[in-house]
């Protein structure tokens, strides 16, 4: 069945969010905007949404048919996505195979120290407060989420961080870390809602370096003009496809 656009819900830094005339249901539209440190970098890669947009649909439908149930349902053209409608936990969870960015800068860590096993952590997603690392008791406190949700969430956290790892891995990229965001799902006529994975799995939110030559294939190119960010977003999008046959 196909749904048609209806009203914007909402507009981020990289993504627009409809409603469809299922109240379950959003459409999810990939924007070409980047931006970077707290949004004080902002740029355009043509064609970017298109290849995030079919990166995120790709990994989320692998995660899906694991049965870690993510809020992607399936794509709909280059730019847009069917949704489940989610609350979003206001909870960024960060999964670290190495250590770089903010954890060697808030710790003096050397980049590239190796987190065996992977790092797992929260940080309050708050713009206005740059997304403050928290604990799970502080995140109760100031009632986020609750201690069985925390723990639902770190277990699929770490589930989706060992399938991701080993989804690039198998075509020559190491996943350096990543950012995952979660929501609570509850259709219409369930009494309960359920904690899944949500938001996006996009070279945007995840450092991505060729296992072989070292070369950069995320956001970073952006960040620190590394290099023509759409080629290597369409390398990694080219690897992935491949991995899928
Ligand atoms: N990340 C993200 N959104 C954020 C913060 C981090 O997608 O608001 C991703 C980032 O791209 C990287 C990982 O999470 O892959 C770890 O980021 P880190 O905390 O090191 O911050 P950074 O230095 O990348 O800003």
């Not at 945007?204 to 290099?227: S, Y």
Request: include cysteine; charge should be negative; proline fraction near 3%.
């Amino acid at each position: 069945m196909s749904h048609s656009k209806g009203e914007m819900l909402y507009e981020g830094k990289a993504k627009r969010l409809y409603r469809t005339d299922d109240p379950d249901l959003l459409i999810m539209e990939y924007k070409d905007d980047l931006t970077a440190f707290d949004a004080t970098k902002r740029g355009t890669s043509l064609g970017k949404g298109a290849i995030n947009n079919a990166v995120s649909a790709l990994l989320m439908g692998r995660l899906n048919d694991m049965h870690v149930e993510t809020s992607f349902l399936n794509l709909i053209d280059a730019n847009h996505s069917l949704v489940r409608n989610v609350k979003i936990v206001p909870i960024e969870v960060i999964i670290r195979f190495e250590a770089h960015g903010s954890l060697c800068r808030r710790y003096g860590i050397e980049p590239g120290l190796v987190c065996d096993p992977p790092l797992y952590e929260i940080c309050y997603k708050n713009d206005d407060l740059h997304d403050p690392f928290i604990t799970d008791q502080i995140a109760v406190l100031m009632g986020l989420a609750t201690y069985d949700e925390l723990a639902k969430i770190k277990y699929m956290a770490l589930t989706i961080g060992h399938t991701l790892r080993e989804i690039y891995l198998g075509q020559g990229i190491k996943l350096l870390d990543f950012k995952l965001e979660f929501g609570r799902y509850q259709p219409a006529g369930e009494s309960e809602a359920r904690i899944i994975l949500a938001d996006e799995i996009t070279p945007d939110t995840c450092r991505l370096v060729d296992a072989q030559t070292g070369e950069k294939l995320d956001k970073d190119l952006f960040r620190f003009d590394m290099g023509d960010l759409g080629e290597g977003y369409r390398k990694l999008l080219d690897k992935l496809q491949a991995s899928a046959g």
